[in-house]
């Protein structure tokens, strides 16, 4: 899954990482309260800003409920046992996806 977020920010608001994800926002404020892994900051309002590393446990997290089924309760248990696999995996899954949509462009330009 390719998202939509402005490169070389230090900070993405909920409405950013919802909208890049097309989910709601509830549904990202759910998953920081059920995965440790994402520790957003907030701002002086209360409001989260999530990190580029929050955003990429976010797809990571997306990967694996949104588009491999997981439960939560999996999802939390495979992200513990084997975090830095399953992300070291998923990046090469999506630079692949990402090449793989170049080339078609390419392909289609021809």
């Known amino acids: 899954m390719h998202i939509d977020l402005p490169p ?3 900070y993405y608001s909920i409405g950013e990482v919802s909208k890049a994800f097309d989910v709601n926002a509830s549904l ?6 059920e995965f440790d892994i994402l520790k ?3 701002n002086a309002k209360g409001n989260r800003m999530f990190t ?3 955003v990429k446990n976010i797809q990571l997290i997306y990967h694996l409920v949104k588009e491999r089924g997981f439960t939560l309760e999996g999802a939390r248990t495979h992200l513990k046992e084997g975090q830095k696999k399953t992300l070291d995996k998923f990046e090469i899954v999506s630079k692949l996806e990402g090449i793989k949509a170049q080339l078609l ?3 289609n330009e021809l």
Request: proline residues 11%.
């Open 105 to 107: 462009s390419i392909k």
């Open 8 to 10: 070389g920010k230090r």
């Open 52 to 54: 580029p590393e929050d």
């Open 40 to 42: 957003p900051k907030k």
């Open 28 to 33: 990202i404020r759910f998953w920081d309260k």
